[in-house]
């Protein structure tokens, strides 16, 4: 039997829908906040916690950098991204940084640098563990880290009266930090993004979106405010939506690994569940042409930056 859907009254051979529905959405968000509480690193027998978690690409090589305790970094080097077979060891070059290298401002001091073994295992895990060394100290590391650890994201959410301020990279624990303060602090009316670079996990975004339009939030960007990709997607889904002049809010095409969005035809079903968002958020005409702009604005690895024209024209600001 071929697999595939309909959609659009067509036949489209070989492609399996992704995303979380509605129903799935709490149950996928304590399934991720268990594994990410779960997850723990060990260096000579003291146990840190895992606060964050990101992948980048930096000179052509994969780079895991985990945070520990907000106040220690491991850097892990990976070559080349096919060797991660699940059941293979690999070396892969390490470091050990002293001072959260994901934070702004934060000086950071090399304690030690060497292999370490990394194997994949099923479901995106990855354990990583052996010895690092240098003149004056043997670090013996055990950690084991996961694309849902990854798909956690950044941001901080502060309070101040009636507003609530938004910043870093949006994931799980947004959701679960978004859903706290329209449950627990109605009286927030107001969320500012900030600094707001984007999304880690963009199914799960479009779930923070729901929040925010349910909860009946204003979103506000300041005239200093950054807000790009993911970012600008979850801006969307404000009640009302203010904009001030000089705030930056950027747009991109996505791309899955294979393809990028243009790629696929306009009624292919890759483009359906950012298509019922931005509807949702922005009205069914407006929603599916702002989608369609943001995909041909700029490659998946480059940004556009929208002019307050085109953000008045879209209807980002009301």
């Known amino acids: 039997m071929t697999n595939g859907i309909w959609h659009n009254d067509k036949f489209w051979e070989d492609y399996e829908p992704g995303g979380i529905s509605n129903e799935e959405i709490e149950s996928k968000i304590a399934e991720f906040t268990e594994i990410i509480n779960q997850s723990k690193a060990i260096i000579n027998e003291v146990s840190y916690n895992i606060d964050q978690c990101v992948a980048d690409v930096i000179d052509d090589q994969l780079v ?8 220690m970094s491991i850097v892990v080097y990976i070559e080349d991204e096919e060797l991660l077979i699940p059941g293979k060891e690999i070396k892969v070059k390490s470091e050990i ?7 702004k401002n934060v000086k950071a001091n090399l304690l030690v640098s060497g292999e370490l073994n990394l194997t994949t295992e099923e479901n995106d895990i990855f354990k990583i563990n052996g010895e690092l060394s240098n003149n004056n100290q043997i670090y013996n590391v055990s950690m084991i880290i996961s694309e849902d650890l990854i798909g956690a994201g950044t941001t901080k959410l502060e309070l101040k009266g009636n507003e609530a301020f938004l910043s870093g990279e949006l994931g799980i624990n947004s959701y679960c930090q978004i859903k706290n303060l329209i449950e627990n602090h109605p009286e927030v009316k107001t969320l500012i993004f900030t600094k707001v ?31 790009y990709s993911g970012g600008v997607d979850l801006f969307c889904s404000g009640k009302e939506r203010i904009v ?15 393809k990028t969005a243009i790629d696929y035809p306009m009624d292919h079903p ?3 569940l950012q298509i019922e968002y931005f509807e949702q958020m922005l ?3 407006n929603g599916k042409s702002f989608y369609y702009f943001t995909i041909v604005s700029a490659k998946a690895d480059d940004i556009y930056i929208m002019s307050h024209e085109e953000i ?7």
């Open 244 to 258: 001030h002049k000089g705030a930056e809010l950027g747009v991109h095409s996505w791309d899955d690994g294979d």
């Open 283 to 285: 009205g069914e005409k």
């Open 270 to 272: 890759a483009h359906s």
């Open 197 to 227: 670079p984007g999304s880690v996990y963009d199914d799960v975004n479009m779930h923070i979106g729901r929040l925010i339009r349910k909860g009946g939030l204003i979103t506000k960007a300041l005239f200093s405010s950054k807000i």
């Open 312 to 318: 008045r024209k879209w209807k980002i600001s009301t």
């Open 97 to 103: 940084i002293q001072g959260n290298l994901l934070a």
């Open 64 to 71: 895991f950098i985990t945070v520990l305790n907000n106040d």
